[in-house]
Structures are given as C-alpha cells and as structure tokens.
C-alpha cells in the first residue's frame, strides 16, 4: 500500500485540544513548502482567474435568462451532466483515488479521472494531492492550509476562521512542496502526461459543454449557454462544493467518528458534495473508498466506486471493517 494512504490512517485519539500534532509545523516545515514568492504570486494568480471565470458563468446566465430567453433545458443538461462529470474527477479521483489511493483503477479510468479533475481548474492533480495530503498531516492544527478553526474563540475570530476556511485560504495558502507530499505521482508516468496539460484540460472543460450545447440544440446560442452553464458556472459550483468542505465541514455538523481534527458530517450536503460531506467519516477512516459507514448515509461518489468494481475497472477497494469501524464510533 501506498506510503500516504498508511501514514493518513485513521488517529484514535478523541480530540482534546491540547493533543500535539503528529508533526508540528516548525519541524520539517521547511521540506514541506516551497518558499517562493514567484510560485505562490502564480498560484494566487491562478485561483483569482479560476474564480472570476466560474462568478463570470455564472453572472452571463443570470443576464441571458433575465434579458434575452429563460436558460434551456440543454443549457441545464449541460451543467448537471458536468457537474457530475467533473465532480467526480475531483471526488473519486483527485481525493478518494490519487490523494488516499483508496482504490485501485485500470490506467484510462486513471487518466480520465485525472483530466475531468483538472477541468474544475483547482490546480493541477499533483498540485491537488499535495495541498490536501498537508491538510490531512495538520488537520485543525497550526500547518493546515485551511482549517477554519485557528483564528481565535471569539465570535469574531470563528467568523474570520470560517472565512478563512472557506475563501480566504485560497490566496493565503503555503505552496506544498510536491517532492514531499506526492512524490508517489511524480514517478506516475500517466498522471504527470495529464498533470503537464493542465490548461489544455481547462480549455476542453469548457469546450465540450459548448459543443453539447450546440449537439442538443443545433444552435451557437445553443453552444454559448452549454459553455456559460456547463463549462464556467459549474466551475463555480465545484469550487463552491470543496469550499463547503474546507469550511462548514470542520465546523458544522456531528462528529461521528474519533479523528484529531473537528470534521463533521452534513448530511444535508451530501447530494450537492457527491458524497464528500461525510466528511468526519473520511477523516475518521481515510483510506475509506466508500463513505456510507451507515445505510443511510448517501455517498454518489462512492456508488460510482462500487459500480466501477463490479465492472472490473477498479479493485483493492479499501472499506474498513464493521468492528473497524465500531472501535472508533464516537459515544
Ligand atoms: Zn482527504
Ligand atoms: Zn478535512
């Protein structure tokens, strides 16, 4: 098994506040973040275009419905059928796949997984990888790139936290030295193939709601609502979606599960989130596959992950035993 996915392994100690990190930031800091000026100034950059594209798509479908003709029913396709696409390159590959390595999958479903990924212009995989291995090393703990939870105790202070956690972080973050973090995915033939095209994939995650907007309706207007809704206002929902997580997800909620972080599961996210809002779940259990640790705990990303199985093209899907899962039940 995967270095990553051992070191990530679930922590059984309940949470007091006074429990020291498994790494403070001040040891080894240095090997874990690249410090310079010029990469975190691109990053920055990076994340301020991705936003104001995604707020772009979705102002330019407010202004079509409202002054030239109420958004399609192709136009809404568009986006559903992107969001999901997308969502799950994020969710089952970006995170579950080649963060945790909670499972196994067969190279076209890696790479497919890795580019839909990348459409939702949040950062190259390995980039990705990097950032959210440091937030599951430091989780709630000074070193965590957006915990929401280290800002204060005053209700001032929670709300900048929240904040933080939310948005803030993006323009704030350390750069994650990859060397550290993903070295597993620089020796990857297949991921850094996709990794090095980032924005070709960008660029495709636009173009193809464009052009199945124009399938479905044989007209340009037909291909520029697939673009504004398909392509840049479902950028806005998934990056709102992660944003849920980094913020409400370790604030909100009931912890379930003994991790050393205060994640919590929103039951209420987890149709938008595709199963992410489980979130105390996964961090209780991080190599999970599958986040319905009960019946009734809805978990799409993880139904694609069972289904995927069955049909061959994923295995060693990782799922923590009923008595796994019992010793760690929060009482
Ligand atoms: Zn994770
Ligand atoms: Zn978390």
């Known amino acids: 098994m995967n270095e990553w996915a051992e070191t990530a392994a679930p922590l059984t100690a309940p949470l007091p506040e006074s429990e020291p990190a498994a790494t403070e930031p001040d040891r080894g800091w240095m090997r874990r973040v ?42 809404i396709a568009t986006f559903l059928t992107f969001f999901f696409l997308v969502g799950m390159g994020l969710t089952i590959g970006y995170h579950r796949h080649f963060t ?35 937030h599951h090393e430091f989780s709630d703990r000074e070193g965590d790139p957006h915990s929401p939870n280290l800002a204060g105790t005053s209700r001032l202070q929670r709300l900048k936290g929240l904040f933080h956690g939310y948005i803030g972080w993006t323009v704030q973050h350390p750069v994650p030295n990859a060397n550290f973090y993903a070295r597993d995915l620089l020796t990857d033939k297949a991921v850094m193939w996709v990794n090095r095209r980032y924005y070709v994939w960008i660029l495709l995650g636009l173009a193809l709601p464009a052009g199945m907007g124009f399938l479905l309706t044989g007209t340009p207007y037909g291909a520029l609502e697939g673009l504004l809704m398909g392509g840049l206002a479902r950028m806005f929902a998934l990056h709102n979606i992660i944003w849920w997580i980094t913020s409400f997800a370790h604030v909100f909620g009931t912890r379930d599960y003994r991790s050393r972080d205060l994640s919590t599961n929103n039951a209420w ?45 994923v295995w060693d899907v990782s799922r923590p035993t009923a008595a796994e899962l019992e010793a760690r039940r929060v009482r």
């Not at 410090?35 to 202004?63: C, D, N």
């Not at 497919?112 to 990888?129: I, S």
């Not at 009960?294 to 990303?301: K, L, T």
Request: hydrophobic content about 50%.
């Open 34 to 75: 690249v410090k310079s000026q010029q990469l975190e100034r691109v990053q920055h950059i990076h994340t301020v275009v991705m936003t104001a594209l995604g707020i772009s798509g979705v102002v330019g479908s407010v202004l079509l419905s409202v002054l030239v003709r109420p958004m399609s029913g192709a136009g």
């Open 100 to 134: 945790h390595r909670s499972y196994k999958a067969v190279t076209p479903v890696r790479v497919a997984l890795a580019v839909l990924g990348c459409m939702a212009g949040q950062g190259p995989v390995v980039f990705w990888v990097a950032l959210h291995r440091m």
């Open 269 to 313: 996210l987890a149709l938008p989130t595709l199963g992410e809002s489980w979130h105390n779940n996964h961090h209780g259990y991080p190599t999970a596959a599958i986040l319905t640790f009960r019946w009734w705990q809805v978990d799409i990303s993880g139904m694609v992950i069972a289904v995927m199985e069955k049909l061959g093209l």
